[in-house]
C-alpha cells in the first residue's frame, strides 16, 4: 500500500481535493490518510461533510484574530509528529494558502515528497494576489509531482526550471468537484435564495474578500453595485458576505439599505454552486470562480489589477475589470444590455478540464510510487 497523506486547512482546499481523495481510496493501492489544519473552521467541516471525509488528524490551529505567522507556525509544529508518526510516501497539498506553503515544509524537513495538486499558477507579482503568489512559488521549490490545472501552468513550471518528466498536465480538480455537485433540480436550503425569482429576475452573483481589495478597492466595487441596481431594474443582487468583520461592516454600510441587494451568509458549498448555476453573471475577485463558472456557461467580471488564471481571460470567458466603479458599470452594462457579447461569454470553451483530473492525479502517483 502507498500511503498519503493529504493536507489542507481552508474550505476552497477541501473543495479541490475531496475528488482527489476519492479517487485514491477509489484505487485500492492506497492508504489515504486526511489531515486538516484548521486555518478555516466551520466553513471547512461543511464541505467535508458533503463528500463524506472523516479527518485522521485535526491539527486544530484556527484564532481569532490569528496572522500569516500564526498559522505557519501552527502547521510546522503540529505536523512535525503526525509525519514522524505515519511515515508517509508522499505529502499531498494544494494550490496556495499559507497552510500548503507550511505543510509543504514540514514534508520536506522530513524529506518526504510532496505532490502538488494545481501547481504552476503565476500572477508574478509577489504582492498580489498576498501572500498566495510566494505561497506557490516556495511551494514548487519543495514539490517533487507538480499536477498542473492547464498548459500555461505547464509552460511557467518549465520557464522556471522545474524538469519535465516531474510535470503532469491534469486539469483542475474542482471541476471533478463541480460536475458531482450542481443539480438542475436543486431546491434551496436558504429562504432567501429560495425565494428569488430566476425567471423574471437576472441574479447577478457578487463575491469580494480578498486582502488587496480591502478598504477603498472595495468601497469602489460597492459603488458600482449602487449604480447597477440604480440603472437595470430586472436585476437582483446576491452578496454571501464574509465573515471577516472589516468586509461585514462596510457591505452592511454600502449595501444594507439597497432595493434588490441580498446580503447572505457564506452558503455551503452544494448551495454556492447550485446557486452561481442559476445565476446570470458573476462578479468576484475569487480565483476558484474564475475556473468554475466556465463550466456552467457563467460570464464572469473578476475584480482584480491581476490573475494568476489567465486562461479563462483568453478563452473569453472572463474579462479581468479591476476595482474601478466606472470600468466595472461599462462591462456589466455590455453583459445586461448586448445578447450577442453575453452569448459569446457563455458559449466560450471552459479551459480548466474535464471532470477527470483526480482519477489522473491517482494513477500518476500509482506508477510513479508503486
Not at 233 to 246: E, L, S, Y
Not at 347 to 352: K, R, S
Amino acid at each position: 500500500m502507498i500511503k498519503v497523506l493529504t493536507v489542507f486547512g481552508t474550505r476552497p482546499e477541501a473543495i479541490k481535493m475531496a475528488p482527489v481523495i476519492k479517487a485514491l481510496k477509489g484505487k485500492g493501492q492506497f492508504d489515504v490518510k486526511v489531515i486538516v489544519t484548521g486555518q478555516h473552521r466551520e466553513m471547512l467541516y461543511q464541505v467535508l461533510d458533503l463528500f463524506n471525509i472523516v479527518p485522521d488528524h485535526d491539527l486544530g490551529i484556527m484564532r481569532h484574530g490569528q496572522t500569516l505567522t500564526d498559522i505557519t507556525c501552527g502547521v510546522l509544529e503540529g505536523l512535525e509528529s503526525v509525519l514522524l508518526a505515519e511515515q508517509p510516501d508522499v505529502v499531498l497539498v494544494h494550490g496556495d494558502t499559507t497552510t500548503t506553503f507550511a505543510a509543504s515544509l514540514a514534508a520536506f524537513y522530513q524529506k518526504v515528497p510532496v505532490g502538488h495538486v494545481e501547481a504552476g499558477l503565476r500572477s508574478y507579482n509577489m504582492y498580489n494576489p498576498f501572500p498566495e503568489e510566494i505561497n506557490r512559488c516556495l511551494t514548487t521549490r519543495m514539490t517533487a509531482f507538480h499536477f498542473a490545472p492547464t498548459d500555461p501552468a505547464v509552460e511557467n513550471l518549465l520557464r522556471e526550471g522545474v524538469p519535465e518528466e516531474q510535470i503532469f498536465l491534469t486539469g483542475n480538480t474542482v471541476i471533478d468537484a463541480l460536475l458531482q455537485t450542481v443539480r438542475d433540480d436543486y431546491v434551496f436550503s436558504d429562504p432567501v435564495l429560495n425565494d428569488l425569482n430566476f425567471a423574471d429576475e437576472r441574479v447577478i452573483l457578487l463575491t469580494t474578500h480578498r486582502r488587496e481589495n480591502w478598504g477603498a478597492p472595495m468601497e469602489r466595487i460597492f459603488q458600482s453595485v449602487n449604480q447597477l441596481v440604480e440603472e437595470f431594474g430586472d436585476i437582483r443582487i446576491v452578496f454571501p458576505v464574509h465573515k471577516n468583520p472589516q468586509i461585514r461592516e462596510l457591505s452592511e454600510q454600502m449595501l444594507g439599505e439597497l432595493p434588490r441587494v441580498d446580503l447572505i451568509e457564506p452558503p455551503h458549498y452544494e448551495e454556492f454552486v447550485n446557486l452561481m448555476n442559476k445565476s446570470y453573471f458573476l462578479l468576484t475577485d475569487s480565483g476558484g470562480l474564475q475556473e468554475e463558472a466556465p463550466s456552467l456557461g457563467k460570464p464572469v467580471l473578476v475584480l482584480r489589477d491581476t490573475t494568476e488564471r489567465p486562461e479563462g481571460i483568453e478563452a473569453g470567458t472572463a474579462i479581468m475589470v479591476g476595482t474601478d466603479a466606472g470600468r466595472i458599470m461599462d462591462e456589466a452594462r455590455k453583459l445586461l444590455t448586448d445578447t450577442e457579447i453575453y452569448t459569446k461569454m457563455a458559449a466560450a470553451p471552459n479551459p480548466y478540464g474535464d471532470g477527470q483530473a483526480a482519477p489522473r492525479i491517482a494513477e500518476v502517483l500509482r506508477k510513479k510510487l508503486a
